[in-house]
């Protein structure tokens, strides 16, 4: 393991620390926790946002700037865009789909364009718009993420299309890269991590041959619930 991998790795366990440690204070029962204690609690987390973005985001964006591999900078792009994801949550800052998707393809667009990936991004005029819970939110931008991470990592791909359809009730988001072909999706924690969250959005996720060659991976997810949970 390189020392870019070494360091990487410990700014992600550092990550996964304080991800636990926010649980475990979070978690208390109602009764055990004043509104002074609640209050001290808040004001700990916002310090601790500032502390994570201002420390652990300006290491990361060393790490982008100076690997010598342009799939090593995306590693600490991705965990980078992982950190902002828990501080965006965390902070309950509301969003649509579209808001999401938004954001969704600005990253996918930087990410891409830093390993010479052009991305084609497609969607329709009528795409439906509902809130969503930021769980929700969290899990798309966690499997979109890991699908562009395959593409980059393993596809040895110079395109990738992306097609949105979304209506009240269901979106479906299409990944089809022009690379080797379904061999790049892997076998690991990363694709079973994605149909989790697949699940847990009341969907699926699945991987095939994209026409002519390459991998086309299809997700599917449930939107009825979003307008409910946000109401």
Known sequence: MTAFAVLLAFLAGVLGAWLYLRHATTALPVAVTTAATAQALAEERERIYADLHDDLGAKLLQLIHTANDPRQADLARAVLQDLRDVVTRSRGEPGTLGDVLADIRSEATQRLAAVKITLDWQDGEEIADPP???????????????????????????RLR??????????????????????????????????????????????????????????????????????
């Open 162 to 231: 992306v097609r949105v359809d979304a209506t009240a009730q269901r979106l479906t988001l299409e990944l089809s890269d022009d690379g080797i072909g379904r061999g790049s999706a892997g076998r690991g924690r990363g694709t079973d991590n994605m149909r989790e969250r697949a699940k847990e959005l009341d969907g699926n996720v699945t991987w095939r041959d994209a026409t002519g060659h390459g991998t086309k991976v299809i997700l599917s997810v449930a939107l009825n619930d979003a307008a409910e949970q946000a109401a």
């Open 132 to 158: 969503l819970s930021q769980q929700q939110a969290l899990h798309l931008f966690r499997i979109v993420r890991e699908a562009i991470s395959n593409t980059i990592r393993h596809a040895g791909a110079t």
